[in-house]
Each structure stands twice: as C-alpha cells, then as structure tokens.
C-alpha cells in the first residue's frame, strides 16, 4: 500500500477532523425520548484539510500521487496526532493560485477506510 508523499509544505490551521454524522441514527418514539441506534461498528473520520503556498513541484506530487491512488486506500500519517491512517480521498484535490502565480492553495479531504492505525 502505498503512502502520502513527503511535501515541503505542510497542512495549514484549516485542518479539520469530523466524525461521521451517519453512525448514529436518532428516531423518535411515543416517550418522547430520543431512540438512538448505532448503525456502524467502525466510525471513519473525514481529514479534510488545506495547504498554503505550495510550490509547482509539490503540486506535481500531489496530482501524481492522486492519480494512482484515488481507487485504493493508501497510508496517511496525521500531522495532529502522529498517527498513521488508512485513508482515501472524498474527491480530488482542489488548487486554485495562493497569492502568487507560482504557490498553490490546495483542499484536500480524505477518509479513514481502516480501524487499524499505526
């Protein structure tokens, strides 16, 4: 499996880490209480995240890697808690110019597709 590229930049204060709201469905019942049902035994977190100022080369990297892995899990390691996931990404990475026409703001958001993390 392979693993995220090793970039000069790295993610910026816009990083987020979201539960999924899905995993838990809330009905309600003739009580008046909220009736609460787990739906999934693995909750996979969304990592959607940005990245400011970065260079052509990375940007490379990055379409590169996304490429050959938006079919298949790869191995990500979180920034915010030094822990590798098993991700995927949600979409392709999104890039518009970041204040100079040679650095790159690019969106990505990915998700957890194992329990397993290292």
Known sequence: MNT????????????ADEPNPDATLIASTASGYPHLN???????RTFPFEMRSVPEADKLDIFTFYEANKEVPFY????????????????PPYCQIDGRIDLWRIQIVL??????TS
């Open 4 to 15: 995220w590229p090793i970039l000069s930049r790295k993610i910026s204060h816009t990083f």
């Open 38 to 44: 787990k739906l999934f035994t693995f909750d996979a």
């Open 76 to 91: 990500w390691p979180n920034p915010q808690d030094s822990v590798q996931y098993e991700v995927c990404f949600v979409r």
């Open 111 to 116: 998700r957890q597709t194992s329990a397993e």
